[in-house]
């Protein structure tokens, strides 16, 4: 039986380099990358948000804050919130917060599911 490392080797194995996501629209693929969402991060979204109920606002907040190019740099700036609640589709908004929600394993067994679909 293995032996069961101590659970402060937990912050030491969370991976803090960006990782690649996808979101498919429309039959495209669309990549972006994040860092793993921490809880002072949630909690710095959920503070600037006007309604802290709207899930909606959180997922667009969320993916400015989260959502940036290979090389690190973000994507989107916090002055496109409105361009991007005005002209996202609300489903694949909600695909892409949801991704960056996710553990690791999550992303690796939905990963393995759609290279399996190929």
Do not use: C, H
């Not at 002072?40 to 309604?51: D, L, S």
């Not at 940036?68 to 609640?85: C, H, I, P, T």
């Not at 489903?91 to 690796?108: C, F, G, I, N, Q």
């Amino acid at each position: 039986m293995a032996q069961a490392k101590p659970f402060s080797d937990l912050i030491k194995a969370v991976n803090k380099e960006p990782e690649r996501r996808t979101l498919q629209y429309k039959g495209e693929t669309y990549e972006y990358w994040a860092t793993v969402l921490t809880m002072a991060q949630r909690e710095k979204i959920k503070r600037i948000q006007k309604n802290s109920e709207d899930a909606n606002e959180f997922a667009v907040r969320l993916l400015i804050s989260k959502a940036l190019f290979k090389d690190g740099k973000r994507m989107f700036q916090d002055a496109q919130y409105a361009e991007l609640k005005n002209e996202w589709p609300v489903a694949e908004v909600e695909e892409a917060m949801l991704k960056l929600l996710k553990s690791d394993a999550d992303r690796d067994a939905e990963e393995d599911e759609e290279e399996g679909k190929d």
